[in-house]
């Protein structure tokens, strides 16, 4: 099996401004991971995954535990981080819906991974720090 800092090297000419370091890589997953920080982001993001467009109110119906106010923080930053899109619809109530934006949707395939590599580790699964 190889290591992980063997796999590390330099990314394909144009994807990267600099060469991709272990440190640098770390880094850039660490900001990465910095977007998706929330109790209740990933969530919203699995709700609107395959483009789906939800209101507010399916939004906060369908996320049990999920408070008005935290559900409005959470969509905020997500919005000003570029992964979802919003709408108000000049009605009366206003009507708001929210979905990804192509940068937000490129997320499913990366999460997808990272939910079959937890799933290889298992719940109760002893973990061998060997090679």
């Known amino acids: 099996m190889a290591r992980t800092h063997e796999k590390v090297g330099y990314a ?10 272990p440190e640098i890589a ?11 920080k929330g109790r209740w982001k990933l969530v919203i993001l699995f709700r609107l995954f395959g483009g789906k467009v939800q209101r507010f109110s399916e939004l906060e119906r369908a996320i049990p535990g999920i408070s008005q106010k935290m559900l409005i923080q959470q969509l905020r930053q997500m919005e000003r981080d570029g992964m979802i899109w919003r709408v108000t619809h000049p009605e009366v109530p206003p009507r708001v819906e929210y979905g990804l934006t192509e940068w937000g949707q490129s997320l499913c395939p990366a999460l997808d991974t990272l939910l079959r590599w937890a799933a290889k580790r298992g719940a109760s699964s002893p ?5």
């Not at 394909?12 to 370091?21: L, M, Q």
């Not at 770390?26 to 998706?36: F, G, I």
């Not at 973990?127 to 090679?131: E, T």
Request: glycine letters at 4%; a negative charge; hydrophobic letters at 30%.
């Open 12 to 21: 394909p000419e144009g994807e990267y401004d600099e060469p991709a370091t």
């Open 26 to 36: 770390a880094e850039r997953v660490e900001q990465a991971l910095e977007l998706l």
């Open 127 to 131: 973990v061998d720090p060997r090679p």
